[in-house]
């Protein structure tokens, strides 16, 4: 994922997300997990913090449907490959990880492109849905809505389904990915209507958690802490 990165003092640079985290883990960034900058860019598109430099900003370009310029985009690309050819280095441990990843991430893809062929699939594609992997080796199809909400449907063994009219799980979920509401429906397309009817409930509004901005206001409500 190329994102926008920007700070008090840095010119904003168009760069790959691996590549700023572990300039962020090489630099000693702390106060931020990786984790939870991948979160808020996939979940509300950006992500602000502090460090050395000041305040900084990271923008995820497809999330809010923006586009590079065209001078930014060859920049970007020229950091992107400069990086990839650089030898690395990389300790055991995080060897076995990496190989792990490696591994998980062609077993995935070939589920994605498995599931592409299937009748099951050309129909959920169509409606709108993804493949994704919701832990444990476990499957779901899901469907993002504009407000962050997602619908995950998948079958009683918490697969993508093998047959159109088999028992279907479906749940309903807020931003933060947690549960709103649950059901079972016999059939994909009996599946299909709810997930289409849950789009209409409103998710449960919640106390603010107070992220501060580092100017002792919280980013997400705009109140003094």
Same mark, same amino acid.
């Given at each position: ?17 691996? /590549? ?10 702390t *106060?931020? @997990?990786?984790?939870? %900058?991948?979160?808020a860019? +996939?979940?509300? *598109? ?7 430099d000041?305040?900084?900003? %990271? ?27 650089a030898?690395?280095v ?8 990496? +190989? ?9 893809d ?7 062929t299937? @009748?099951?699939?050309?129909?959920m ?9 919701t ?18 449907i998948?079958?009683? *063994? ?16 807020d931003?933060? =990915? ?5 059901? +079972?429906? /016999? ?5 299909l209507d709810?997930?289409?009817?849950? @789009? +209409? %409930? ?16 919280? %980013?997400?409500? =705009?109140?003094?802490?």
């Amino acid at each position: 994922m190329f994102v926008l990165y920007t700070s008090d003092n840095e010119a904003p640079t168009a760069i790959d997300l691996d /590549q700023l985290l572990a300039n962020f883990k090489t630099s000693g960034v702390t *106060g931020c @997990e990786a984790v939870d %900058i991948r979160d808020a860019l +996939a979940q509300e *598109g950006w992500f602000t913090g502090t460090h050395d430099d000041g305040r900084y900003v %990271i923008i995820n370009f497809d999330k809010l449907g923006l586009t590079p310029k065209p001078d930014m985009l060859d920049q970007m690309y020229a950091n992107y490959h400069a990086v990839k050819a650089a030898p690395v280095v990389v300790p055991a441990t995080e060897a076995k990880a990496v +190989a792990e990843t490696s591994r998980f991430h062609t077993w995935f893809d070939g589920v994605v492109a498995k599931a592409a062929t299937t @009748e099951i699939g050309k129909r959920m594609l169509a409606d709108g849905y993804s493949v994704q992997h919701t832990g444990g080796g476990c499957l779901a199809w899901e469907r993002q809505f504009a407000d962050g909400r997602y619908v995950y449907i998948c079958d009683e *063994g918490n697969g993508l389904g093998d047959e159109m009219g088999e028992l279907y799980l479906c749940g309903l979920y807020d931003k933060d =990915g947690d549960s709103i509401d649950v059901d +079972a429906a /016999q059939g994909l397309d009996k599946a299909l209507d709810w997930a289409r009817e849950a @789009e +209409a %409930i409103e998710a449960p509004k919640k106390a603010c958690q107070h992220r501060d901005d580092g100017r002792g206001r919280c %980013i997400d409500c =705009g109140a003094f802490l």
